[in-house]
């Protein structure tokens, strides 16, 4: 290893690093990962060693293990789901002579790795001296394609730097790869060995196939590559399959000034019906789809998409250029996570990394789907439908848990519940709300008919069910929901969760007002004017706890009563605390892991008062710890909000660097998609104020003092609009489409192609709040502002 | 099988089943246990087989097993414990002429089995015929010695009762036998697959020994046994000694008239310190003293062992038979767990079988300990004192969590938490104040000063840093407990459990009254007056909610705003309901597993009114479904206490009969002690009205229609004295030792030898309160109270 570790460098459009930082691989891998939101490729080098984790995902492609109680319970998950690594096709190897090229010996002059934004591929560029002496450049680049979802590429170029060379390259495909285990962190998701079972493999000319089955999941996969050869005369190659490895290889002398190109297509295919021949007809088929296209093709097509992307969801960032590129990174990893899911989960990791096994939770609603509502709806509408498609497993949950309607799952892949703990898992059924919410909004933004009728009615109407029949009406007319877990896992198991009543308030009116627009689907439904008039009036009813002695709404019932933490007794590296002190001493005192009645203050903020919203904040502030990468973009949207502009920069820096910086220490495991969209909420909804509360957009921009300007771009039934804003006035304009009516801190406007510019008003906020001792956000000193270096741990 | 199942029959001294019925064997096995305390021995036959578990433990003597988690988190218990199936030395094997004696095959006419009460002696008789018609009598006799804690005892003798024949006994020591799994009911506990490696063995002459050692938690143990054979002329002996079997075979022609008689000595020792050399010394020499004694003695020394304990605390029940033979069954298997623990914990099921792993829980000090504490009060300063050994995990386990001072394991048999669910385990941090208040009831009725300055001032100060440290004084001055989990196990993790928080409130002046009394062990502990003074403080501030708006107490903080239970659309077969729905259902609604707030009024009676008490019972009886054989005793006394005497018999007889009668159909894997004790507690605390309140002995007996005359015996001090009720009066009177002050009906009076009757105030209670659908205790109608056959399950 021949050069230091630099970190990333700053740059609008692109993420680099220089050097090869062995003991960074595993984190570099996750923000260099390729996807489509079907199909997901780690960063590792080609070479396949070394490496952090390499990893290979298909979306909802899992394996099934036991999940052991020593105390099972009634209705406890047998059953865990496990995302799998699957057949890994970027493994391309290179013999430089007689020795194998490996970044760990000799010494590598120039290593680079590029993740370009707007191009969507990875590039390296290595220049390699062997342990003999011998030099070589290597250039790669890859793609996972937007246009063709099962279709992985990527193109391999050696050249000898000095004399004539001979040459010889490994492209494989490499089933049951063996990976290391992980540390106990409960965060890190276990992980299987060996899970695929061979079942067919083929090789021919330059191509190859295997198929495998997993083995207690029964899911088969099928996985191919086909190759092009550009070298100079004398080539010499051959090809083998074996059960679990397929391998071209490919010899050839190269003289000076001379290169050898190897081009891979790989093509991926899975199904939980279909037979072999099928499936291998299937990567056949999406292979034959790539070489028609060709590589130049290719990358075209992924250039166009993201024009197209960018166009409509580019947020630009003056005067922090860091925060620029990790606004920008953020985007488009979401885009990754979600363009091409088409009725997948996206995880909470997308397909980066192996983290909490692969599962989705409530945040890819709450978080993620509101960025690509207003950017690529048809993306949220794809996710969307696959929560709609696990509609009776979450019927079937609701009703062993003794309820009607649908109870979703907390953590799944396959839509049935994996939660172990039922405490944090299933007791938390904001879930179903949060998937309300986020059909509601989809329908609201989008208008998509066809989707209500399709699938959103009934998305509102079983999670409506689910809320009648959990809640009930006390002696005082009250509708109370008891024993649930808000989104705070600090907290568990409480009465009348602030966040989750609201939410269910939402939840049984958007269910209503769907069954209004949609009579015929609803009378399929069973749904009758009483049910929908029971779900009004308890919506109506919903009980808000409130504290008259503090003046603010305790997260749950009985909140404020608690003992606060010691948090002057708590060391910095006692932090996160669930790693450190038993769940019970968490529950019980006020110390909150991640935003919660503040989420509530965003997600129903026509619920408070602005003297309520500044009070809460200021209370929650003392207590909140973020020791959940939730929880940094909804501070930063409520502290812009109250008018702490400052803090919410803060916040918003935290929130979209969590990755880069690897703020919680465990990227290595896979990118936070709610963290990355939390940069996104902390830009619209904080510093734009945006808000979509019964439909209506609303904005009240205000910048903090170290920000020149921000522009967004959103789209709303078909119109795209951009929004500017500099620190007294903002801008709105029509970009495409019909003009879109808005307000703007609180004045009615219409936005049209000629751009309207209305002023900002001042706010006084006050002192601002504090937070616990040693838990404050890292400052964005102007220091900061212009370097990449990571910042220091919280 | 030749007789029909009949039950046991009725008798006042002794518990009788004729016929095999192989289906109850299990069953009838843990009934017919006998124990002192220290070793344990299941009545499974002589032969082997037919069985339903076999079972020898140890009292202390555990293999330690993984505890897993899906979701782990930090502090929870690592490793479980689950009490051993030791080396079986109760197998005598016998062949008639070439056929074994297995009373699967040929015919029995008469089998019989009984427990003498009086002796502490299990026998049968059995005649057998063969399948080709040879018959014998077979008469066994078994004790486990009271006077002599390592001995078990047993006599054998066959006899011919048609021709000669030649006989051949196999007397064995057996370690590791194979056992069968059970179900998954959670309650029932996992077993343990061949836990002993082998590491001695010796045969010589009629004596045989065998070492081993448990894999994972490295106890020691030994098992010896020696021999008496009485036999015809022309025996024939031998012995061997394998690694886990030791066999001693006897074999003579047998005369028609004549009997071949073998007594047969063991002695068990174990030890996580001692040698292999010591540990056999130690039986050989356990063994010496029983042949010494030999068999008339041990018979002899075990019935005046008896006589003693019946004289101090026998129950005389008039009008129920049944009932008068249970109660005595209770008292007899209560000594038999106490008597000789000594140090050693007393486990949910004392040592008649393997349920909850052969765990302690917190009724031994709740329920147990007060009997023991009134009748072998050795007994139960030998329970505490093991408490007091355990002191230092109890503190690391505080510190674990947090907290000073001392938290007792939920469940455990070395001291160390095993609990795996912590809500319903960790949480429930009432077993410390239970502790403690066994502690100071044992120091006021014994006096004992050198215990309570070895180790009562100890336990009480350790267990009131606990409740210093784990609750706090609120913005009204009020000190709160949040967050714990109260007896009632259909509820978890709540606010100011009116129990929890009531025997805080005691355990924190009784430390401070302890203190006052052993200054120079408060010193040595570090207790200042400061600290002294906030356990007052906190203790005279205990916050105890209430519920105005319906008048009564809610169990905890918030308990009787949630939904009730829909008992009306509970189905007979969803009970117990912990089976049927999900902890998070039963959490959130208004329905009761055992006595929680009514426990409380009997454990804390002197911080309610009689007009609370009254309430409180109606409601609490309206949601309380006793789903756990810890309720109805509780609430026998409170019913009686309220003045629903035929209610209080009801579940008298429930408490008593929860064994015999197989109520919670899961006797088989041993004897509920808690249940057993509160057959006691329904005559004594029930009928009898006693408490015990700061140190105070009162009584307010009254009888239910069904009884003539109770009449019990108790010991204060050293005194004892006898308590006999009628119906409209009451007297007392002095067995031995000084007077004793009491109150009756709230009138003072001193016990003398001259009896003392008082009269009996009439009392009005009301209609009588209803129970959940289908949950009404069985009512003792006259046409029962005559009869043994097992009443319908509930």
């Known amino acids: 290893m021949s050069m230091p570790v630099r970190g990333y460098e700053c740059a609008p459009w692109e993420l680099r690093w220089r050097g090869l930082a062995?003991?960074?691989?595993?984190?570099?891998?996750?923000?260099?990962?390729?996807?489509?939101?079907?199909?997901?490729?780690?960063?590792?080098?080609?070479?396949?060693?070394?490496?952090?984790?390499?990893?290979?995902?298909?979306?909802?492609?899992?394996?099934?293990?036991?999940?052991?109680?020593?105390?099972?319970?009634?209705?406890?998950?047998?059953?865990?789901?496990?995302?799998?690594?699957?057949?890994?096709?970027?493994?391309?190897?290179?013999?430089?002579?007689?020795?194998?090229?490996?970044?760990?010996?000799?010494?590598?002059?120039?290593?680079?790795?590029?993740?370009?934004?707007?191009?969507?591929?990875?590039?390296?560029?290595?220049?390699?001296?062997?342990?003999?002496?011998?030099?070589?450049?290597?250039?790669?680049?890859?793609?996972?394609?937007?246009?063709?979802?099962?279709?992985?590429?990527?193109?391999?170029?050696?050249?000898?730097?000095?004399?004539?060379?001979?040459?010889?390259?490994?492209?494989?495909?490499?089933?049951?790869?063996?990976?290391?285990?992980?540390?106990?962190?409960?965060?890190?998701?276990?992980?299987?060995?060996?899970?695929?079972?061979?079942?067919f493999s083929l090789a021919e000319d330059y191509r190859a196939v295997l198929v495998h089955q997993t083995k207690r999941s029964g899911l088969r996969m099928a996985a191919a590559m086909d190759h092009q050869i550009e070298a100079p005369d004398g080539l010499r190659t051959g090809i083998t399959a074996e059960d679990d490895l397929a391998r071209l290889t490919v010899a050839v002398d190269v003289p000076r000034g001379k290169r050898l190109r190897l081009t891979k297509f790989l093509a991926y295919g899975w199904s939980q019906q279909r037979s072999i021949p099928a499936l291998r007809a299937q990567v056949d088929a999406a292979l034959a789809g790539a070489l028609q296209t060709g590589w130049d093709g290719l990358l075209a097509e992924q250039h166009a998409f993201l024009d197209d992307f960018w166009a409509t969801g580019d947020v630009e960032v003056d005067g922090d250029p860091e925060l620029q590129q990790a606004v920008r990174f953020a985007l488009f990893h979401l885009l990754q996570a979600g363009a091409r899911g088409e009725s997948r989960a996206i995880p909470g990791k997308g397909l980066t990394g192996p983290g909490y096994d692969g599962h989705a939770f409530w945040d890819t609603e709450t978080f993620v789907l509101p960025v690509l509502t207003y950017t690529v709806p048809e993306a949220a509408r794809d996710a969307l439908r696959w929560r709609h498609s696990t509609l009776d497993k979450a019927k079937d949950r609701a009703g062993q848990l003794g309820l009607r309607g649908a109870a979703f799952p907390w953590r799944s892949i396959n839509g049935a519940e994996c939660s172990a703990y039922w405490p944090a898992g299933t007791a938390a059924f904001h879930v179903s709300a949060d998937i309300a919410e986020a059909t509601a909004r989809y329908l609201a933004v989008t208008g998509d008919r066809e989707f209500e009728r399709q699938a959103g009615t009934e998305i509102l109407v079983e999670t409506a069910r689910l809320w009648a029949s959990l809640g009930h009406f006390d002696s005082h007319g009250r509708f109370r929901i008891d024993g649930v877990t808000g989104p705070d896992e600090y907290s568990a198991v409480a009465d009348n969760n602030v966040y989750t009543n609201l939410m269910a308030h939402r939840n049984l009116r958007e269910a209503a007002a769907s069954c209004e627009r949609m009579p015929e689907v609803a009378s399929a439904l069973g749904v009758t004017e009483a049910e929908a008039g029971t779900w009004r009036e308890a919506a109506d009813r919903?009980?808000?706890?409130?504290?008259?002695?503090?003046?603010?709404?305790?997260?749950?019932?009985?909140?404020?009563?608690?003992?606060?933490?010691?948090?002057?007794?708590?060391?910095?590296?006692?932090?996160p605390l669930l790693l450190n002190y038993?769940?019970?001493?968490?529950?019980?005192?006020?110390?909150?892991?991640?935003?919660?009645?503040?989420?509530?203050?965003?997600?129903?903020?026509?619920s408070f008062t602005p003297e309520e919203k500044a009070r809460n904040f200021a209370y929650y502030e003392a207590r909140t710890v973020r020791d959940s990468s939730l929880s940094a973009g909804t501070q930063a949207v409520i502290a812009a909000e109250v008018g702490h502009l400052d803090l919410a920069y803060d916040y918003l820096g935290e929130a979209a660097l969590t990755d880069l910086h690897d703020v919680h220490r465990n990227v290595r495991n896979g990118l936070h998609m709610a963290s990355l969209a939390g940069a996104w909420h902390g830009v619209v909804a904080g510093f734009g104020g945006m808000r979509d509360h019964e439909g209506e957009l609303s904005f009240a921009p205000r910048l903090p003092s170290a920000l020149a300007r921000i522009e967004f771009r959103m789209c709303l039934r078909g119109s795209r609009f951009a929004v500017e804003i500099h620190a007294d006035r903002a801008s709105y304009r029509l970009l495409s489409g019909k003009s879109v009516e808005i307000s703007h801190h609180g004045t009615p406007c219409t936005v049209t192609e000629v751009p309207v510019t209305l002023p900002i008003p001042p706010i006084d906020p006050g002192p601002p709040p504090t937070q616990p001792a040693g838990r404050a956000p890292a400052r964005r000193h102007p220091a900061h502002l212009r370097t990449a270096a990571p910042a220091p741990q919280p």
């Not at 079907?38 to 909802?60: A, D, F, K, S």
């Not at 010494?107 to 390699?128: I, N, P």
């Not at 110390?591 to 026509?606: N, P, S």
Request: aromatic share 10%; glycine share 8%; charged share 30%.
């Open 22 to 199: 062995v003991d960074q691989l595993q984190r570099t891998e996750s923000a260099f990962a390729l996807s489509n939101g079907h199909v997901g490729i780690r960063g590792t080098l080609e070479e396949g060693e070394p490496r952090g984790l390499p990893g290979t995902y298909l979306n909802g492609f899992y394996e099934e293990h036991e999940l052991p109680y020593a105390e099972g319970g009634y209705g406890y998950p047998e059953a865990g789901q496990t995302i799998v690594n699957v057949t890994d096709g970027k493994i391309i190897r290179l013999l430089v002579e007689d020795e194998p090229f490996d970044m760990r010996y000799g010494v590598a002059t120039v290593h680079e790795r590029v993740l370009d934004f707007r191009r969507g591929t990875l590039t390296r560029l290595t220049e390699w001296e062997s342990p003999t002496g011998r030099r070589v450049r290597v250039r790669t680049q890859r793609l996972v394609s937007f246009t063709q979802r099962a279709v992985v590429a990527l193109r391999y170029e050696v050249e000898p730097l000095d004399d004539d060379m001979q040459l010889v390259l490994q492209s494989d495909l490499l089933a049951n790869e063996p990976i290391e285990r992980d540390t106990k962190d409960p965060r890190v998701a276990a992980a299987l060995e060996a899970p695929l079972r061979a079942e």
């Open 582 to 606: 038993p769940y019970f001493d968490l529950y019980r005192k006020q110390v909150v892991k991640q935003a919660d009645l503040v989420l509530a203050m965003h997600m129903c903020g026509d």
């Open 542 to 575: 919903i009980y808000v706890p409130y504290d008259d002695e503090r003046g603010v709404h305790p997260q749950s019932e009985g909140f404020t009563q608690h003992l606060d933490w010691d948090f002057a007794a708590t060391p910095p590296d006692a932090y």
